[in-house]
């Protein structure tokens, strides 16, 4: 017994110096909390012994595209459970592989007719992602105190930008007719050194000698594009407009470019100030944005290949998206044959690429699966370095912070991102007296336990004990909490902790939570984080189109269709162009919502159509948005014409969709494909009532969520 009370003791003295620890945690940020990567340009904490030899293949497989003499792309999979660190393994990727390589990543698609373009548009956003670099500035009118005249700056370009200034130097170099010339050889001389000195060498931006050096060198690029692969279809014209992106400093003009590259129709003036061609109104968008990606592959042939990742593919899966997963077969391999010098990555669960399989031709399996990784769990012993990483973050050891038997319960779970999880809701419960989903163990009442000699016994009696004394001190550490922090409570009657407070029956020692009690707490969380992430993603660079947010919408409907019956169509005008709209019957009444992000003719010509059907249909109520970021539409035009008729029309109403409607919107569309995709782990049935009781003011919950917040 001399033993058994020593070990007691130890365990007592334990328990007490958490207890001072607990009163630093509701101080200080969880560092459990961060367990996602949403992609591969966040920084999060990054243990590399985790998957080191899965990363040293990936590199291996980067080599062979970069060695490939035909430069012909190639596919691989990233083969891990939910939660495992896929798209971690691509923040990986990208911090070490950024400075050199293009690396452009793609959420899952979501429309089936607009896979390639989709994905383009998620390119353009990765191409806006900027790298962090180091600058060699040699200038021998520079301060002599300087070493031999070099200055070593930190900044910052876009990764298109790299891109292009990378290509535009071999392309230049091998142009006789321009090396030849005076104002060429200045060129190359300013460029030697470094390539992106290209954004500052050329002459201030606006002057006459800037227009110049830009025009001539635009000219020899076109020149060069023609001669090695041909002037028709779209490329050429793509080309141009890449080339006059990067000549720009101006943000305004060089958000014009962006929409221009996204095949957007700008207004006639906006066009000619940045002077490029708008687009015709019947481009055909999937060809388009095929020759688009094939451009920047074919401009990454003088450069490093491309690193293309398709991510949170899950929800393809799923009976409703059968039709997307289709499409998305076919448009990886329209990109694994038509864009050169690329890894394409494809991160799926292992279920998944079984489903896949199916659909996809046996060439788009064979080409997507040239080289497969596999990530499996880390040992317990590599997890518990991940824990211990983040816990010094804070200024505390691991094992100060839980017990033996909470850090086993920790280590136990299914993946990293689940060991995470846990941590952080031991972290919760210490800090604020959260309680747990899910309790230890499951252990008799004190009264039942019977205390003998036996060692067996004996380890059996101080293992409850034990427990007991752990539940009971966490419960006083909590109460006493406010005075650990010198603050008194006001009203000392109401702070009299009595027996049944620390009771183990009444704090879910002998009966665990069901971790559906917790949902309401874990989705509330989950909107409230989300948001703060949306808030700060809102003022990002965004491709904002029609048929992305249509198919937002689909898979909010989809989902709304388990609490009520809501038939789902479209509206059509014959051969005429509308916007991309649902017809939703819901309880007899038809509601058609419909996206309308185009500029210029387009916009004008379909909103036009669109009125005429508010006219014809007048039992059916009819919403028309448009994202508030777009380039408005002026006063006096034929556009804002039909946007004033749109809105006087009794069964019409013109949507401005602004910030907080904006969140919203993706706000709901995220919970359902974070659900899906298991980032979120719940069950949809239950989070998406809390959600519509969260946004009962939202219009689109107004229409869809009735049942919900009635």
């Known amino acids: 017994m001399a033993r058994y009370d020593a070990q007691f003791t130890y365990q007592l003295y334990r328990q007490f110096q958490q207890l001072q620890t607990m009163s630093q945690l509701s101080t200080t940020p969880n560092p459990f909390s ?149 104002k060429g050889r200045d060129i190359i001389a300013a460029l030697e050194n470094n390539s992106l000195s290209l954004y500052k060498r050329l002459g201030a931006d606006g002057t ?9 060198i635009e000219k020899y690029i076109n020149d060069w594009w023609t001669e090695r692969y041909t002037g028709a279809g779209y490329s050429a014209t793509i080309l141009k407009g890449i080339i006059r992106f990067c000549s720009y400093t101006d943000s305004g003009k060089k958000e014009l470019v962006r929409r221009w590259l996204a095949g957007h129709e700008l207004e006639g003036e906006e066009a000619a100030s940045i002077g490029l061609e708008n687009w015709s109104e019947d481009l055909s968008r999937e060809e388009f944005a095929l020759e688009a990606i094939g451009v920047f ?54 279920d998944r690429w079984q489903q896949f399989q199916s659909f996809f031709d046996s060439s788009v399996v064979d080409r997507v699966s040239q080289y497969t990784i596999q990530l499996h769990l880390p040992l317990e012993t590599k997890l518990k370095n991940i824990l211990a990483l983040k816990s010094q973050s804070i200024g505390l050891e691991i094992d100060t912070l839980f017990t033996p038997l909470e850090l086993g319960d920790i280590l136990k779970q299914k993946s990293i991102r689940a060991v995470l999880n846990r941590a952080a809701e031991y972290y919760r419960s210490k800090a604020d007296g959260q309680p747990l989903t899910q309790a230890i163990v499951d252990l008799p009442p004190l009264s039942e336990i019977t205390t003998n000699t036996s060692d067996k016994n004996n380890n059996t009696d101080f293992l409850a004990r034990f427990e007991l004394l752990e539940t009971t001190v966490r419960k006083i550490a909590n109460l006493l909490l406010p005075f650990a922090q010198g603050e008194i409570p006001t009203n000392l009657s ?104 185009l500029g210029g003719n387009a916009f004008t010509t379909r909103i036009k159509n669109f009125n005429e059907c508010v006219h014809q249909l007048s039992s059916t109520k009819f919403y028309l948005i448009r994202d508030s970021r777009l380039s408005a539409i002026k006063p006096g035009t034929v556009g804002r014409e039909n946007i004033n008729i749109l809105k006087n029309a009794d069964n019409g109403e013109f949507i401005l969709l ?53």
């Open 297 to 350: 592959g074919r401009l990454s042939t003088l450069d490093e290949h491309l690193i293309i990742v398709f991510d949170q593919l899950e929800s393809l899966g799923l009976e409703q998206n059968r039709d997307v997963l289709n499409s998305f077969g076919s448009a990886v391999k329209e990109i694994l044959t038509y864009v050169p010098n690329s890894l394409i990555i494809l991160n799926l669960f292992p």
């Open 34 to 182: 961060s367990s996602r990567v949403d992609n591969p340009f966040q920084d999060h904490l990054d243990f590399q012994e985790i998957y080191a030899a899965e990363f040293a293949t990936l590199k291996s497989v980067l080599l062979d595209v970069k060695n490939d003499p035909n430069q012909q792309s190639k596919g691989a999979l990233v083969i891990g459970a939910a939660g495992s660190g896929k798209t971690h393994l691509m923040m990986r990727l990208a911090k070490e592989f950024l400075k050199t390589n293009r690396l452009l990543f793609i959420r899952h698609p979501n429309n089936a007719q607009s896979v390639i373009y989709h994905t383009y548009s998620r390119i353009l956003e990765s191409f806006a992602e900027r790298v962090p670099h180091q600058e060699q500035d040699r200038d021998q009118n520079r301060d002599q105190n300087r070493v031999q005249g070099v200055e070593v700056k930190k900044l910052e370009h876009t990764q298109l930008e790299l891109l292009l200034s990378n290509s535009l130097i071999k392309i230049l170099c091998s142009r006789n007719k321009f090396i030849n010339t005076q």
């Open 494 to 597: 109401s702070f009299s902790p009595t027996l049944d407070a620390i009771n183990p029956d009444l704090i879910g020692l002998n009966t665990p939570l069901q971790g559906a009690d917790l949902v309401p707490d874990i989705v509330t969380t989950y909107l409230s984080q989300t948001r703060q992430n949306l808030e700060k993603e809102y003022d990002q660079i965004t491709v904002i189109d029609d048929y992305d947010d249509l198919g937002k919408l689909k898979a909010i409907v989809n989902a709304f269709q388990q609490f009520q019956n809501i038939e789902v169509g479209q509206i059509r005008l014959g051969k005429n162009n509308i916007p991309e709209n649902l017809l939703l019957t819901i309880n007899h009444q038809d509601w058609a919502i419909a996206f309308l992000q």
């Open 208 to 216: 006459q000698r800037n227009r110049d050096n830009w025009q001539s």
């Open 658 to 710: 602004e910030r907080e409607k904006r969140i919203n919107f993706e706000l709901l569309y995220r919970l359902i494909i974070d659900i899906q995709e298991q980032d979120l782990e719940v069950d949809l049935s239950k989070a998406l009532p809390i959600a519509a009781r969260h946004l009962r003011d939202d219009w689109l919950v107004q229409i869809l969520g009735k049942p919900l917040i009635d």
